[in-house]
């Protein structure tokens, strides 16, 4: 087991996402490490089937729940087999600065006595399935911003085209060894590559559909609160899976990445809660549950480099801030974001992101990085986070007009009232 005093390069081969990827590591299983990624992998699996499916077609209107649900569940079947057709060889099989290579297209050459690469000590499969299920939730992450008004068949053709030109790359650039790795980013779980990426692709995506008819003049309340709070809870419970299985075996730092994602979360709901009664009046179960996501995203990217007393900070600063991203910078935007997508994971991964540069520092009982300097982490945090949201913006601009110009992006303001479950899919999720 790591020695938490240890600094941190000495644990970068347990922690996949700190060097870059090479093929000259000395490889020997561990059962303990294999089990504990195989165990981490379905985690990450629950948090997007069924635990990010039920948070957003709660928030949405009864007629649109199924749409919500098939749009997260399709895409996690889709993109999964994109990943290993060509996504995880363009992600993690060369050292491009923006992408890798094709030399393990079709997982060609991987066996199941491969040994990962990137993490010595468990079969090349294991550390593909993880990524993939990182990738899947990522692009169904953006679908809560557009609900209720998409054409099934545009946020399919999106998700193929933004997997591959905004996913994969950012992927590439911080945890494949390119551009953001080389600049020493330090992005332990997908701050940057997951809730950044997706919230910016969900804002550009809900200006260029348009706001949802009635809104602003009607209410368009979710009309589930239960099945958000059981989506929030299956969405904390997986995310144990992400931070801390992201530490690549089962020792220490992911014991640091385990208890940090227990404390952050619990502080950020606090925080909002508290927040929300001053702000409001009113402490709601939206808001306990919506804090706990924003304390979920906000120690993604630090999760294995932070303290536990960090990460309690990091919660208490991330809750009230997300809260106002969901109010205050919502209403500045003028954006029919429906499931705060960018509120909670673009605030809340940004926050995250620029802390982790802070919170890293062993004064502040975190792991930092060899020759560490505050300042200059924090830069290469602020330099990490531009790039994303300079990267996602262009590639979602793009994939939405192409999307757009071949089916369409928005449904018929004839079904958009019927709602889309029995308009595209000819289901209901309830009976009465």
């Not at 491009?96 to 393990?104: A, D, I, T, V, W």
């Not at 809730?195 to 589930?224: C, D, F, Q, T, W």
């Not at 020759?371 to 330099?383: D, L, N, Y």
Request: aromatic fraction near 10%; charge should be negative; charged fraction near 10%.
């Amino acid at each position: 087991m790591t020695d938490l005093t240890t600094p941190l390069p000495a644990v970068a081969e347990a922690v996949a996402f700190v060097a870059p990827v090479t093929d000259t590591v000395t490889s020997t299983l561990s059962a303990g490490d294999t089990a504990w990624m195989l165990t981490s992998t379905m985690l990450v699996i629950l948090m997007v089937i069924p635990g990010l499916a039920l948070f957003y077609g709660g928030l949405v209107r009864g007629k649109n729940m199924l749409s919500v649900l098939a749009q997260v569940f399709t895409i996690f079947a889709l993109i999964t087999v994109l990943w290993a057709v060509y996504g995880f060889s363009l992600a993690f099989g060369g050292e491009g600065l923006f992408y890798g290579n094709f030399s393990k297209v079709f997982l060609l050459g991987i066996t199941p006595d491969t040994m990962s690469a990137a993490l010595s000590t468990i079969p090349e499969f294991v550390f593909v399935a993880f990524q993939s299920t990182f990738a899947a939730i990522t692009v169904a992450l953006i679908v809560g911003a557009f609900a209720e008004r998409i054409k099934f068949s545009a946020v399919m053709i999106f998700s193929v085209l933004w997997f591959t030109f905004s996913y994969i790359p950012i992927a590439h650039m911080v945890w494949g060894g390119g551009l953001l790795a080389e600049d020493g980013a330090l992005d332990f779980a997908g701050g940057t590559v997951v809730h950044i990426n997706a919230a910016v692709a969900g804002l550009v995506g809900a200006y260029m559909v348009g706001k949802r008819l009635g809104y602003g003049r009607e209410a368009l309340p979710p009309h589930s609160l239960t099945l958000t709070m059981v989506g929030a809870s299956l969405l904390w419970v997986g995310w144990f899976g992400f931070n801390a299985g992201s530490a690549g075996a089962a020792n220490g730092i992911a014991g640091l990445a385990f208890i940090n994602t227990i404390l952050t979360t619990g502080a950020a709901t606090v925080a909002w809660l508290v927040a929300e009664q001053l702000h409001k009046g009113k402490a709601s179960m939206l808001g306990a549950a919506s804090g706990a996501v924003a304390g979920l995203v906000t120690i993604t990217p630090a999760a294995g480099f932070v303290g536990p007393m960090g990460a309690i900070v990091m919660g208490l600063i991330a809750g009230p801030l997300c809260l106002w991203g969901v109010s205050g910078l919502k209403h500045l935007l003028k954006v029919d974001d429906v499931c705060d997508v960018f509120g909670v994971h673009g605030v809340g991964g940004i926050v995250g992101a620029i802390l982790a540069g802070v919170f890293c520092s062993a004064s502040l009982g975190g792991m930092e990085p060899e020759g560490f300097h505050m300042a200059s982490q924090v830069w290469v945090q602020v330099k990490s986070v531009l790039v994303t949201v300079v990267w996602s913006s262009v590639a979602s601009l793009i994939c939405f007009k192409v999307a757009d110009l071949l089916v369409g992006l928005r449904v018929s303001e004839e079904d958009e009232r019927k709602g889309l479950d029995i308009a595209t899919h000819g289901e209901r999720a309830y009976v009465h």
